[in-house]
């Protein structure tokens, strides 16, 4: 089946065997149950000990959560995914089910989410785990770190946050496999619609769900979607950290994904509109866009990224710009949403220096290429024409 049909029907309508032929509901109830029950201990006892499928604790597995686990197994192509009560905690999970039986070392992409560059520095160096950065989109460099660190696992993105880079995770999985490590991709901004890291040889993907998943701005909550090698560490760690997403997230979460196609394909449209439109603006001193023929990745984007779709995210910087400017522009906007997110359904605009990459120090964001001019927009579902047109009356002067 092609991902449209997948993200309406996967994981629904599941019978209970203990009301066959009885009904079976169109969606996923949501399931508020800590603990399940069963006629006969024996049969507790074995569900209990995983030697037959079943719910028996809420930390352990929920039927709600298992519905949403499902679809977006369904949607990666993976072998089973874990939904978490957050992006970031899904991030951490991932990494501790690379790193388990293999070396206390990371090799990160030097641009990241900058939570995740906190969590890698401020989290997990003090409890011994060593992470250096490398430029992803540099194989020869991957290739050199990897054999100078020898690390358990990499982590990237597969577009970027917020510049929009975009990596070759099919030449950089090849790389991993021959170094025996671990490739953990966070998958938020591309979505499985534009890329399936999984299928071009990552081992663990993670999502915001809060983002494009989810889709309506009611939802904070991530998942880890593995291959086979990982999934049974992931869910072995789950039964003792309980790091499951809540069944009211999850629910929220799977009836958001039922039109997350539609949504990120106008998204995507409306981000490329506004994108050549930022472009051409005397206001503006550089726009990042993925479609633009002359990004730096454009081979890689050319083969991983389909023709057409190339991300709900525009990022450009303001000319001459500091602080004070970009807080003027910003108070200027009408109808686009000054947040701290993406994904939703309405446009949202976000300035990097204060918001995803505030806790990195000013230098840092420098090297990184985030300046105080910077911001991110995350196309929404809006008629473009009046998307353009508030960004138009924000660029005037005051």
């Known amino acids: 089946m092609k991902i449209e049909t997948k993200a309406v029907h996967a994981g629904d309508r599941k019978a209970d065997p203990a009301r066959r032929g009885s009904f079976v509901p169109v969606t996923t109830p949501i399931f508020t149950a800590s603990s399940y029950v069963y006629e006969s201990t024996d049969k507790l006892d074995r569900v209990m000990g995983q030697e037959e499928p079943g719910y028996c604790y809420g930390r352990y597995d929920n039927p709600t959560l298992a519905a949403l686990e499902e679809l977006i197994t369904e949607l990666e192509g993976g072998a089973g995914s874990l939904a978490c009560a957050s992006g970031m905690l899904a991030i951490q999970t991932a990494l501790l089910t690379a790193l388990t039986d293999r070396p206390k070392r990371v090799l990160a992409s030097n641009a990241l989410y900058g939570a995740t560059v906190s969590m890698l520095t401020k989290v997990l160096e003090p409890l011994g785990v060593d992470a250096e950065f490398v430029d992803v989109c540099d194989v020869a460099a991957v290739e050199q770190k990897l054999a100078a660190m020898r690390p358990g696992c990499v982590i990237m993105e597969t577009i970027s946050n917020p510049l929009l880079r975009v990596g070759p995770i099919d030449r950089i999985a090849a790389l991993c496999r021959s170094a025996k490590a671990a490739l953990v991709v966070d ?51 789950n039964r003792t950290s ?97 947040g701290t997110s993406l994904g939703d359904v309405h446009s949202l605009m ?45 660029l005037r002067p005051a």
């Open 187 to 237: 998958n938020t901004f591309a979505t499985p619609l534009l890329v399936r890291p999984l299928q071009l040889g990552a081992n663990l993907v993670v999502h915001s769900v809060t983002k494009f998943l989810a889709g309506h701005g009611d939802v904070l909550g991530g998942v880890v979607t593995a291959d086979a090698d990982h999934f049974p560490i992931l869910r072995t760690l």
């Open 242 to 338: 309980g790091v499951g997403l809540g069944p009211f997230e999850a629910y929220l979460t799977m009836r958001g994904i039922k039109t997350f196609v539609l949504r990120m394909e106008r998204q995507c449209a409306n981000a490329c509109r506004i994108a050549s439109w930022l472009g051409g603006h005397p206001g503006i001193a550089r726009v990042y866009y993925p479609a633009d023929p002359g990004h730096p990745d454009s081979e890689t984007i050319g083969r991983l990224l389909p023709k057409g779709l190339h991300g709900a995210i525009v990022t450009f910087d303001l000319k001459d710009a500091g602080k004070a400017e970009v807080f003027g522009f910003m108070d200027r906007l009408k109808l686009i949403v000054k």
């Open 350 to 394: 976000l300035y990097p220096a204060i918001a995803s990459h505030r806790d990195l120090a000013p230098k840092q964001r420098e090297r990184m290429g985030i300046t105080d001019g910077t911001l991110r927009l995350c196309a929404g579902i809006e008629a473009v024409d009046d998307l353009i047109a508030d960004l138009d009356q924000a």
